[in-house]
């Protein structure tokens, strides 16, 4: 819950939620810092920054998700999003309104599982599109991350097992 409750909170309201969610609000935030900082994602971030500037890591972010949903299996997978639905269901009274109308998409179209599809990855990049304030809708984000697949998914087999290192170390403190 904490994990979506980050993006669509201001950092003082998220000590008005159970100490379980604020610990996911917490680890979100972990989560951010860490991928921000990290050296491999500074070299990802270099295949789209020609063409997206400063939104390059939310790109990369987007390409991430491709490859994790790819290292699970697709029963795994299917598994995993069903589960997030369902808590995210569960809370609903927890989420903000403009959450709560993304999680209906999200479950309708299965985002999650969908991660793991190329179209699916293109939809959630022609999102970040439409969500950027200062980037033409139609720039060809999509083609950059077919053209660059194995250096980005290089990237990523670098980078996630320190970020599970990571993850393992802030859950181990709560």
Same mark, same amino acid.
């Given at each position: $819950? ?18 379980? $969610? ?28 020609? !063409? ?37 269901? #569960? ?10 109308? !993304? ?21 959630? $990049? ?17 083609? #950059? ?21 990571? #993850? ?7």
């Amino acid at each position: $819950m904490g994990q979506f409750l980050e993006d669509f909170i201001p950092n003082r309201g998220r000590y008005s939620y159970p100490e379980k $969610m604020q610990q996911g609000i917490t680890l979100h935030r972990e989560i951010d810092t860490f991928t921000d900082a990290h050296p491999e994602l500074h070299y990802a971030r270099k295949i789209f920054s020609p !063409m997206v500037r400063l939104y390059s890591g939310a790109f990369v972010d987007v390409a991430l998700d491709y490859f994790l949903a790819n290292a699970l299996s697709e029963r795994e997978l299917k598994i995993h999003a069903e589960k997030v639905y369902q808590a995210l269901r #569960v809370n609903e009274d927890f989420l903000p309104e403009k959450l709560l109308k !993304m999680v209906d998409a999200m479950e309708k179209d299965n985002w999650l599982f969908n991660y793991r599809e190329d179209w699916g990855i293109k939809y959630s $990049m022609q999102n970040v599109l439409n969500k950027a304030k200062y980037l033409d809708k139609s720039l060809g984000v999509y083609e #950059v991350f077919l053209s660059n697949k194995p250096q980005l998914q290089r990237h990523f087999d670098v980078f996630f097992p320190d970020l599970l290192a990571h #993850v393992k170390y802030v859950n181990s403190r709560f």
